[in-house]
């Protein structure tokens, strides 16, 4: 019934206000203009500035992060669980927490959302997503319908041959270059979301394509995995260049998220070599960040922002850039650039960060330290877990109760 959701309405009016911000930085910078957003598949954040034998692993982003027309989080996490990349466009359109087991994209692919997509449709947008993969994996194709994208451009739309696919299919730097007709033929404004593919595990990639050595660990895995880290790093920096090619760029801002950690603790002995440090669970947690950065074409106060905040603020976040009220909205999290942000990032198996503290592994840590706090202390962490679990809960209620079905929303 309709009782559970005005709980849960009056806790969100508390904790996260989603009024419009309108003081709050780049209110409304990019009303009228493109959205492209791109999931970089299995891009983590100690991507940057890494090396191997003298060579950068990222050169394009490293140089986009230190660029004044670019907003950079550095500390942003990925909050996906079981569904993977479906997850992280789960919490990215709908400000919703993925659910702790199984894909929500396909339990529960059927319920009523008010999802990123379907109000930018109501704002006049042309909505669609690129990805060169089988319309069906992750019941995209059911999903994408019921939340309101305008066109799907799955592997059928590209043309995939022996020379340009390796792998899991289609190489990103093919799958760029052949989207940008479409992307012409867009009525504007459009938002369109493009998920790559190549850097995904086992991270394969034919010898004279890479432009990196492999790094060298007991990991096969992670010593790969720069090499397509690099290759997709490339891809990108062609894409910006057909954007201006195509006369798409001016006109757009171009948003970068990774979508979920591609090295998993079972390399942890090859990540500590890595990293010259021991994995432990404080580590482990630091490393479920992933890039999230914001291009804005002649912008100059851009910089590197050091905020906690993860893939459940995107929505409100894109909606303050585009200047569209968020008012009557539902979301669990906050537009990055308001005060009002709420204080904790939540991942999906109740561990937590906090401008001051990590929790995980039922351990409180010093986020300045990576210390656990000592007993006594650890209750610090106490009142914030109450709060996460809550939140969760709350979040997990709404899609099993399909409770969008009693709100009203403005
Ligand atoms: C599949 C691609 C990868 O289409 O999005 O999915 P993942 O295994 O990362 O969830
Ligand atoms: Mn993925």
Not at 133 to 143: A, I, K, L, P, T
Request: net charge negative.
């Amino acid at each position: 019934d309709g009782s559970e959701i005005s709980e849960i309405e009056t806790y969100l009016q508390e904790k996260s206000p989603d009024e419009a911000d309108k003081d709050a930085e780049l209110y409304g910078i990019a009303e009228d203009k493109n959205v492209i957003f791109v999931s970089v598949e299995s891009f983590q954040h100690f991507l940057y500035d890494s090396e191997i034998n003298g060579v950068e692993t990222t050169p394009f982003l490293n140089e986009l992060k230190e660029s004044s027309d670019t907003v950079t989080f550095e500390n942003f996490y990925h909050q996906t669980a079981q569904g993977k990349t479906s997850d992280s466009e789960f919490i990215v359109e709908n400000s919703l927490y993925p659910l702790g087991r199984g894909a929500v994209y396909f339990t529960h692919a059927g319920n009523e959302y008010h999802a990123l997509p379907e109000i930018l449709n109501n704002e006049g947008y042309e909505t669609s997503v690129f990805h060169a993969n089988n319309g069906s994996f992750w019941n995209r194709d059911v999903m994408y319908d019921n939340i309101g994208y305008d066109e799907f451009h799955d592997e059928q739309s590209f043309e995939v041959t022996p020379e340009n696919s390796f792998g899991w299919g289609l190489e990103d730097k093919a799958f760029f270059e052949q989207s940008i007709d479409y992307l012409k033929d867009q009525e504007q404004p459009f938002y369109s979301k493009f998920i790559t593919l190549t850097h995904h595990f086992p991270f394969e990639l034919p010898e004279e394509k890479a432009h990196i050595d492999k790094y060298d660990s007991n990991s096969n895995t992670l010593n790969a995995y720069f090499q397509t880290a690099k290759y997709t790093d490339e891809a990108l920096e062609q894409f910006f260049q057909q954007l201006k090619d195509a006369d798409l760029y001016e006109d757009s801002i171009i948003v970068m998220m990774g979508d979920h950690y591609g090295i998993s603790d079972f390399h942890n002995k090859a990540m500590s070599q890595f990293l010259g440090e021991e994995v432990d669970p404080f580590v482990q947690t630091q490393l479920q960040r992933v890039p999230f950065m914001i291009h804005i074409p002649g912008y100059e106060n851009g910089g590197v922002e050091d905020k906690v905040v993860g893939q459940i603020d995107v929505k409100p976040t894109l909606l303050h850039l585009l200047g569209v009220d968020s008012g009557g909205d539902m979301t669990f999290g906050d537009n990055m650039f308001s005060e009002k942000k709420k204080d904790f990032i939540a991942l999906r198996d109740g561990s937590f960060v906090t401008e001051e503290y990590v929790y995980t592994s039922e351990t409180c840590y010093d986020r300045k330290t990576g210390e656990p706090l000592e007993e006594g202390l650890m209750e610090a962490c106490e009142p914030v877990k109450q709060e996460v679990d809550q939140e969760l809960n709350y979040s997990d209620n709404i899609i099993y109760g399909d409770l969008f079905r009693f709100y009203d929303f403005k």
